[in-house]
């Protein structure tokens, strides 16, 4: 009998050091998360704040996660890791959403182009300042001498067909165009001038990029917009045709066809250029007023190549037309007319023709600077 009270007396000491063990297991774990706790609390806005310069999904998340009370004691940790999950999930959607959208309209921008039909409504608000007209005007000095072999009343045309021998009745500008829509395209779309500071491109070849504002793309828009503003419906092709620039002109033939096919009752066609002349030197400028801009140059095709071309006549009139209202406007703003075998793809139309802006020497300011003459001299011709 006493040796079994020993041995309960033993075990009765054993669980007690136990019981005192684990008691102050538990005190000191309360202490510990006490302390942990409160120390979360002073750092939790550094903490953040740190990860905020680095991830912004996590400063999203930061911004939300302000409104939760850490010493609320109703709150489910469990929950509010989901829900931070969740937020970080929301915002990285949300920016690949922006990203997939930014995207695709670069793609669309530098690929197929942005085809527009525009009323002068949508530049209803825009500031456009016309051109004056009794200024004078001075043909600056280019180095490169004036050629033409024909002049029929002041307008300078140089024949370098083969074949073709140019009567008065050919020249004279009797000719109608329906002027219900004007159609703007740039089978060289690549073409480009000087940079300036305004004006900083990457090149895709010699004086050529694929930058639309930088390129004859930005002239063509600039046309339509003073076009416009004198009451036009305008068609801006901004499509690149030349990115392979061999077969360029197949290329606008195929996609200004498929418009003239939307766009009944379009007889007038400019297909923007630059003159290709690759000097850097080689700017021919005007002066009109105290403004200098780009000279501009009409290219005419025929059917001295032997391609069927019946409207290459038509074409020819209408450019002596614009011509003959230019140099009584703004003399020297046009170069002689140049009419050439091959047809340009302007058998599409009876008012079809080349127009030439600048050269490589010209800045973009100084060809924005014409359209606003040329669309004056526009204004007054297609009615």
């Not at 379009?266 to 200098?292: C, M, Q, W």
Request: proline fraction near 2%; include cysteine; glycine fraction near 6%.
């Amino acid at each position: 009998m006493i040796n079994l009270a020993v041995i309960e007396l033993k075990d009765i000491l054993k669980y007690l050091i136990k019981i005192t063990i684990a008691i102050a297991v538990v005190v000191g774990l309360t202490k510990f998360f006490t302390s942990f706790k409160t120390n979360l609390n002073l750092d939790k806005n550094a903490f953040l704040a740190c990860f905020d310069t680095v991830i912004p999904s996590i400063r999203s998340v930061n911004k939300k996660e302000e409104t939760i009370d850490l010493n609320n004691k109703n709150i489910d940790p469990i929950k509010m890791a989901l829900g931070i999950e969740l937020g970080m999930v929301d915002s990285l959607q949300k920016n690949g959403e922006e990203q997939v959208a930014e995207n695709q309209e670069n793609t669309r921008d530098n690929s197929t182009g942005n085809i527009e039909a525009e009323s002068t409504n949508q530049t209803q608000g825009e500031e456009i300042q016309e051109a004056e007209t009794g200024l004078e005007t001075e043909v600056l000095d280019s180095n490169v001498p004036e050629k033409y072999t024909t002049e029929y009343n002041g307008v300078k045309i140089r024949n370098e067909t083969d074949n073709i021998k140019l009567t008065e009745k050919m020249l004279v500008p009797e000719v109608n165009v329906n002027t219900k829509n004007v159609l703007i395209y740039h089978t060289h779309s690549c073409e480009s001038y000087t940079p300036t500071e305004n004006y900083q491109y990457e090149e895709s070849g010699n004086f050529r990029t694929k930058n639309k504002n930088c390129s004859v793309i930005r002239v063509g828009t600039e046309l339509t917009k003073y076009l416009q503003h004198y009451g036009y419906n305008v068609i801006h092709d901004d499509t690149i045709y030349d990115a392979s620039y061999s077969d360029s002109y197949d290329r606008s033939l195929k996609g200004v066809a498929k418009l003239l096919e939307e766009h009944e009752d379009t007889d007038v066609l400019f297909d923007i250029h630059r003159d290709a002349i690759g000097d850097s030197t080689y700017a021919p400028t005007v002066k009109i007023g105290n403004e200098e801009v780009a000279q501009l140059m009409f290219v005419i095709g025929s059917n001295g190549g032997g391609s069927e071309h019946d409207n290459w006549n038509e074409n020819l009139k209408l450019a002596i037309k614009i011509q003959e209202k230019a140099n009584e406007l703004y003399p020297g703003l046009f170069k002689p007319i140049i009419l050439r075998d091959s047809r340009y793809n302007q058998h599409l139309a009876t008012g079809a023709s080349i127009i030439e802006v600048g050269a490589t020497g010209n800045t973009m300011e100084q060809c924005l600077g014409s359209m606003k003459y040329l669309s004056k001299v526009l204004s007054e011709v297609l009615v």
